[in-house]
């Protein structure tokens, strides 16, 4: 990353003015290191101070795309691509929203362009790698990460992820990363409920069963570092996980599974992450990321305490709620209404409860100023405890068909989450939500359906 001093930005940004037919790499330089360092305020400040140009109407959809505001951030792309279809930064900008509908083919076409157009930008790059790998093409996923890497960015997490990344595939070689085997019909999964989270027996190189906690939340499977010596898993590499509470993110090993075993779908040739806290230890033995069936439309039957798995998307029962979803980095983003604020939510079955983000508890009139707010609660995570919690009483979630009242929410800080997907995220819906639906998530339609 970038070590120049944000006050700095601010003082330079009046005097930067651009003449319009000559926007300088500088300025471009200056508000790409803004936004990857999820410095939004900063850089449209920067982008008030300039003219008008194909540019920064790019720039300015990426701090919508930033900001959740998916549709605005499509206008101003495409906006921008009518003022010089050459604009690079919109092509980016539109690959994303593409890959964010589940629609691979398109992002490919629109980040790849990109890349012809400006094939020095590092960001670029990383994300085809992530699109190819999503169109299962590890080739094209390995030229991207090391055309990423010759670059030199400034941006270490991302880095060391793309180091893992390289890892993971000649690990693999020529092995389809993630491929299922299962039957014509797979039949349902039982799973068990405990501690507001569910859990399925899950067996690994088979051996086990173990209990796996099912979560549309995490973005890969993973197992205790203790399960994964006692299984003799074979070392990949270390790399970090993000998540909430403590500094965001920790570092974890990859270990190479030949084959994952859950009712009777198999997993072949997949990486599982670590973790080694021994709080999760004492319920779980691993976390089964659903982001391995997404091949599947997936049933998640909380009062029938049953996953469903359907090769093509089954009718919906009468009184079913359809609704549109983003995809992020295997994470799942529900638009909902707050009272009467717009977010979006990650759908997560390994939340044990509901919660809000710092931001959208702001929007309410929230803080940590504010009398009474602040609560002597631990959250744990992945980066261990989140440090403000603050209470936020008569809370309603709204779909455009369903609503769930809450006496009272927490707000925790997710900034560590919004920077690493790129998009703002207002919280999570967890057990205390979903637990009276039946959730279907169809990942390919880019949609999620409630039922009751």
């Keep these: ?33 803004l936004l990857l360092k999820d410095e939004l305020l900063q850089a449209e400040t920067l982008i008030n101070n300039q003219p008008r140009t194909a540019l920064t109407v790019a720039f300015r959809g990426e701090i919508e795309f930033r900001r959740g505001h998916f549709d605005q951030a499509e206008t101003l792309y495409r906006e921008a691509l009518k003022m010089d279809p050459k604009t690079a930064r919109a092509h980016f900008g539109l690959g ?23 094939p020095k930008e590092p960001i670029y790059r990383l994300y085809a790698s992530e699109a190819s790998g999503v169109n299962k093409d590890y080739g094209q996923q390995r030229k991207q990460l090391e055309e990423y890497l010759r ?42 409920k405990s501690l507001n989270l569910i859990f399925a027996s899950v067996m690994v190189n088979g051996k086990g069963p173990y209990e796996f906690a099912i979560d549309t939340g ?19 590499t270390s790399t970090v996980v993000y998540g909430i509470g403590g500094s965001g993110k920790v570092e974890t090993k990859l270990y190479k599974a030949r084959e994952l ?50 090769r093509k998307r089954p009718a919906a029962q009468a009184g079913t709620e359809v609704l549109p979803i983003w995809f992020f980095s295997n994470l799942l983003l529900l638009p909902l209404e707050v009272n009467g604020k717009r977010g979006n939510f990650i759908v997560d079955t390994g939340a044990v409860t509901t919660v809000l983000s710092h931001s959208m508890a702001a929007e309410l009139g929230v803080d940590q100023n504010t ?23 008569n809370v309603t979630l709204k779909t455009p068909k369903n609503s769930e009242v809450f006496p009272q929410v927490i707000a925790i ?12 995220v207002a919280g999570i819906i967890g057990y205390d939500f979903l637990s009276d639906y039946k959730l279907t998530l169809d990942y390919h339609a880019g949609q999620v359906r409630l039922a009751k």
């Design 413 to 424: 800080d997710l900034k560590h989450i919004s920077k690493t997907i790129g998009t703002e």
């Design 218 to 236: 995490a973005t890969q499977t993973v197992i205790s570092e203790k399960l994964a010596a006692e299984i003799g898993l074979p070392l990949i």
């Design 1 to 33: 990353m970038s070590s120049r001093p944000a006050f700095v930005l601010m003082a330079l940004a009046p005097f930067l003015i651009i003449p319009a037919t000559a926007q300088t790499t500088s300025t471009a330089d200056l508000l790409a290191d």
């Design 96 to 118: 994303k929203l593409a890959m964010a509908k589940v629609q691979a083919k398109q992002g490919i076409q629109s980040l790849h362009r990109a890349i012809e157009l400006d």
């Design 151 to 192: 670059l030199n960015p400034r941006d270490e997490d991302r880095v060391a992820e793309a180091k893992a990344g390289l890892e993971v595939l000649k690990a693999f070689e020529s092995q389809d990363v993630g491929e299922v085997d299962a039957p014509a019909n797979p039949a349902p999964i039982r799973f068990r």
């Design 261 to 310: 075993m859950v009712g009777d779908l198999k997993v072949r040739n997949t990486p599982l992450g670590t973790f080694n806290d021994p709080l999760i230890s004492t319920f779980a033995d691993g976390i089964l990321g659903t982001s391995a069936f997404s091949d599947f439309v997936m049933t998640i039957d909380y009062p029938g305490s049953q996953l469903l798995l359907f």
């Design 371 to 393: 009398p009474g707010a602040r609560v002597n609660l631990g959250i744990a995570g992945v980066g261990g405890f989140e440090g403000i919690v603050l209470k936020i009483p």
